[in-house]
């Protein structure tokens, strides 16, 4: 165990699939398993997208089974729901008094938006709610509140903790040294997980294999995985396979190094590939997946330990919220 406190978020906006897994969820399950981790699923993040509340509570749902079926460690991870912590409403409304606009103009969910009304010749701040314009302040009191160390992210979320330290900057600079200043730790994971097409795996491309599909969906996934049109007898390059690239996520280096030869080699279609892709992914999650489903099946059990963890988190909480209603209120 370390003394570094580590925060990360999940929006419930969707199913998991296997490049969550590989790229954020088994990465931080592995590290909370040497650190204090605070682990909220972000329902009102979701907001800004998601309007209807059976997904985001089925989603929700989702992701802490997961979490829990995969080993998160629970005594040093603290998982809850982030809408259960009261004091985040306060501080987000107590930090809005300190950030400038000019910060949120610059925020990249909201440039984003402006620049695709722009190029529809519309209102630049047509479909912009506050919530999408607010969103990196409530990101900053979800960083802030819990006395943050270090946030994972993925390089496209670095902003996100950026402007976290500059708005505990602003706080600090006006009412005296309240807020610690969190760093960014970036994903080690190198290059995209590819999906089903070869394109990177994402929900918006429809590519997707989720982590705890049934076993026949998952067999029926990767035998849909593109490939090129070499025959059996041909050598391929593992590099530029998608079947190679996921199963090097699951094998261990023996195993990887045996398919990179079989691949290089030739004399192996792609259909034998895609059946010892299965036969690894399968072998690695079965017993998580069990699991998974038995939690879904229960899920006043989990209800348990997000309400366990939703006290925890408030105790922390609470002394920051102190601390702040102190400062700016006297």
């Known amino acids: 165990m370390t003394d570094k406190i580590i925060l990360t978020g999940i929006k419930p906006t969707g199913t998991p699939h296997l490049g969550n897994y590989v790229g954020a969820l088994k990465p931080l399950i592995e590290m909370a398993n040497e650190n204090k981790t605070f682990i909220f699923i972000a329902d009102l993040h979701a907001l800004n997208t998601m309007k209807n509340p059976s997904d985001i509570r089925l989603h929700t749902y989702e992701i802490a089974a997961m979490m ?52 529809a010749g519309i209102d630049v ?47 600090n600079n006006t009412y005296g040294e309240t807020f610690k200043m969190p760093e960014p730790v970036i994903g080690k994971i190198n290059g995209i997980i590819p999906g089903l097409d070869g394109r990177k795996m994402s929900k918006s491309y429809d590519n997707t294999i989720p982590v705890f599909a049934p076993e026949s969906e998952l067999k029926k996934k990767i035998m849909r995985i593109i490939t090129d049109s070499k025959l059996p007898e041909e050598p391929k390059d593992p590099d530029t396979s998608t079947i190679f690239q996921l199963y090097q996520h699951f094998a261990s280096e023996s195993e990887i190094n045996d398919l990179r030869e079989k691949f290089v080699r030739g004399g192996m279609g792609y259909g034998d590939a895609k059946k010892i892709l299965f036969e690894k992914i399968n072998s690695v999650l079965a017993e998580s997946r069990e699991k998974y489903n038995y939690l879904m099946s229960h899920t006043d059990e989990i209800d348990k330990i997000l309400s366990d963890g939703a006290a925890r988190a408030n105790a922390v909480a609470e002394k ?11």
């Open 68 to 119: 829990i079926a995969l080993g998160l460690n629970l005594n040093n991870a603290v998982l809850f729901r982030q809408s259960d912590i009261l004091p985040i409403y306060q501080l987000s409304n107590f930090l809005m008094n300190v950030t400038p606009k000019g910060l949120m103009n610059r925020a990249h969910s909201y440039k984003a938006m402006v620049e695709k009304n722009t190029d």
């Open 125 to 171: 701040d047509s479909g912009v709610n506050m919530g999408l314009y607010t969103y990196p302040i409530l990101m900053a009191a979800d960083i802030l509140l819990y006395d943050s160390d270090i946030v994972p992210v993925g390089a496209d979320q670095k902003q996100h903790v950026e402007f976290a330290r500059d708005i505990a900057g602003y706080f």
């Open 320 to 330: 920051t919220i102190a601390r702040v209603k102190k400062a700016m209120l006297g």
